[in-house]
């Protein structure tokens, strides 16, 4: 396939996010540890104010700006009765300070707290306080009502996230309920009679399965629901026997590595010119991961959508990351220009003009980003330990020290 004939990689992948649009269902969920990492599939609002009502920062006295001097003056104020956290709202007489514990509700007529080190003379237990307060502006150390999010606000957003801090901010507005994303049922296997199971002595000309265990910890990272991994020899009648057991089980979403490229035995490209199958091979325009295969199988009724990455490890999880990651409606990656620094600042490193190319790179302290390994696609110790893409843009032929590209974080 020449140059011109590639899918822009950006095509491609509106491609798998239309496949697997409709296997995107929402369902309700209580609001809880089982719900964290799940992708919001709606919007969600405040209920109440955060804080509800001007609360206390601080264990101190509540107090009128107006009973105070200047800043740093004694001044000598009768108590009241105290303020816990939880109490009814309340007011305070003029002239008068009143016990309040942080979080408590600032009573009607006090527009500042001093806090319980700057009484000098008395304390929460005393009928009188002498206060210093090291500042007497309205306003200090109170909390003022919906200051942290207004009734009505949105505090979730379809597409988001549930982190530990999103629950805690939809809990303290009083969300109890969300809808989110249910997780499609995923088969991982790795096709090729080369592929052996790591538990087992490595054959003769054998090569031990890298992708399943990959490409299965990153669907399951994007969300997906990974029911089953496993492999399957270069046999295409095997393939979909192994498929339609998978189908039978419930699986809505394969995903393969390896028989998508141009040579003479490629498993998944023989078995889509079986019955029931609807596949399409495009060469994308990137590198690694440049021949792809996307569609459908359907089996004894059951249609499953399909998702065919190359065999080379890298360009599989590169793959996953560009194309099966923006599908299953998994957050976005962090991305940012960043300089790139060369191993030897003094020679470029080639990068193919017509494509656009993912290099490993490791994020530095210092901001900036260096390449680890080389380009080639069985380079998976790179891979592991780089924490980011560096995305060299088609038309550019080289990488040049101190060129700033965009990089992806992957952690």
Partial sequence: MTAAARVPLADHRADAIALLAPLL??????????????IAADDRHARVDVPACDNSQMDGFAVRAADLGAAGEEVELPVGPMIA?????SALPPGTARPIMTGAPVPEGADLVVPIEEAVVGGFAAARVTLRPAAVEPGRFVRRRGSDIARRDTVLRAGDALTPARIAHLAS????????????????????SEVADPAQALPAGGAYDANGPGLAAALAAAGADVIAVGRVPDDPRALLDLLAEHA?????????SGGVSAGAVEVVRLAAELPGVSLAFPTVAMQPGGPQGIGTVTIDGHRLAWLAFPGNPVSALVSC??????????????????PVRLADPAVPEPSPAAL????????????AVRLVGGPSSHLLGALATANALVVVPEGVDAIRDGDVLET???T
């Fill in 25 to 38: 269902r929402a369902q309700l969920r209580r609001l809880g540890p089982a719900s964290a990492g799940r």
């Fill in 321 to 338: 990351e560009l194309f099966a990651r923006p599908a299953l409606e998994a957050p976005p990656r962090l991305r940012l220009r960043l």
């Fill in 356 to 367: 656009a190319q993912y290099r490993r790179g490791f994020v530095m302290a210092s901001g």
């Fill in 248 to 256: 039978r089980a419930g699986a809505e979403l394969v995903v393969t």
């Fill in 408 to 410: 992806i974080l992957l």
């Fill in 85 to 89: 956290a939880g109490d009814a709202p």
């Fill in 173 to 192: 507005a009083g969300v109890c309920d969300v809808a989110v994303v249910e997780p499609v049922r995923t088969v991982v296997l790795s096709t090729g």
